[in-house]
């Protein structure tokens, strides 16, 4: 099964791919857990990426693109993949169907989070306190200015997807608005159609 996780920051992305993978077992593909990592260990690509992420703004598509391709030939993916905050751009939805179609593969379903743009903020300000009381480091576009800009690199470049994924018969949505268990049950509930 390959599927893609789409919605704004903090609609849910990261926290339903985690429960996709305990329940199918296969891997989470969340380019943003890949470029902190990146930024982390200081290589050259996460040099080139961190300023742009700190700011809120999306990757290049080039990083990006040649991150997921050389993800998606590892041997945990052979069975399939949840691309988490992966694509983001139409030249990204692009670049996965060539890469897909390269390697025999295609697209089970693109499921959308929708959510209340108004509740997001709460949610990654309530993370970022979380961390905080943890004493966990907290992610650097954790807080309101940053992700202002977040959302808006969403509506500008990453809102688009819905259309594009909509006409080519891949879009499903649940409410990302409900608790995080029924949420779960809506993405369940649609993998089971798709794979029926
Ligand atoms: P990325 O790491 O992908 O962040 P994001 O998309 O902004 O999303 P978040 O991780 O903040 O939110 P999420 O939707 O995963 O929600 P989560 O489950 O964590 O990207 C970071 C940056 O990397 C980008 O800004 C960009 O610079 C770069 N980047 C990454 N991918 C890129 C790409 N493809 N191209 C270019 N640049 C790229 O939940 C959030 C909080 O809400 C949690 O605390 C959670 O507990 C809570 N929560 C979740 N669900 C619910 C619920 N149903 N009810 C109540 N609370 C909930």
């Given at each position: 099964?390959?599927?893609?996780?789409?919605?704004?920051?903090g609609?849910?992305?990261?926290?339903?791919?985690q429960?996709?993978?305990?329940?199918?077992?296969?891997?989470?593909l969340?380019?943003?857990d890949m470029?902190?990592?990146?930024?982390?260990?200081?290589?050259?690509?996460g040099?080139?990426?961190?300023?742009?992420?700190?700011?809120?703004e999306?990757?290049?598509?080039?990083?990006?693109?040649?991150?997921?391709?050389?993800?998606?030939?590892?041997?945990?993916?052979?069975r399939?993949?949840?691309?988490?905050?992966?694509?983001?751009?139409?030249?990204?939805?692009?670049?996965?169907?060539?890469?897909?179609?390269?390697?025999?593969?295609?697209?089970?379903?693109?499921?959308?989070?929708?959510?209340?743009?108004?509740?997001?903020v709460?949610?990654?300000?309530?993370?970022?306190?979380?961390?905080?009381?943890?004493?966990?480091?907290?992610?650097?576009?954790?807080?309101?200015?940053?992700?202002d800009e977040?959302?808006?690199?969403?509506?500008?470049?990453?809102?688009?997807?819905?259309?594009?994924?909509?006409?080519?018969?891949?879009?499903?949505?649940?409410?990302?608005?409900?608790a995080?268990?029924?949420?779960?049950?809506?993405?369940?509930?649609?993998?089971?159609?798709?794979?029926?």
């Amino acid at each position: 099964m390959r599927l893609i996780l789409l919605g704004p920051p903090g609609a849910g992305k990261g926290t339903q791919a985690q429960r996709l993978v305990e329940k199918h077992g296969i891997p989470q593909l969340s380019t943003g857990d890949m470029l902190r990592a990146a930024v982390k260990a200081e290589t050259e690509v996460g040099k080139r990426a961190k300023a742009v992420m700190d700011a809120g703004e999306l990757v290049s598509d080039e990083i990006v693109n040649a991150i997921v391709a050389e993800r998606i030939d590892q041997d945990d993916c052979a069975r399939g993949f949840i691309l988490d905050g992966y694509p983001r751009t139409l030249v990204q939805a692009d670049a996965v169907a060539d890469m897909l179609a390269e390697r025999g593969m295609f697209l089970d379903v693109v499921i959308e989070l929708v959510v209340d743009d108004k509740a997001l903020v709460g949610r990654i300000l309530k993370r970022a306190e979380e961390a905080r009381a943890a004493g966990q480091p907290v992610r650097k576009d954790d807080n309101a200015e940053v992700f202002d800009e977040r959302l808006r690199e969403y509506y500008k470049k990453t809102a688009p997807l819905i259309g594009y994924y909509y006409a080519n018969d891949l879009l499903q949505q649940v409410d990302g608005m409900a608790a995080m268990d029924d949420v779960t049950a809506q993405i369940e509930e649609i993998i089971a159609a798709t794979l029926r």
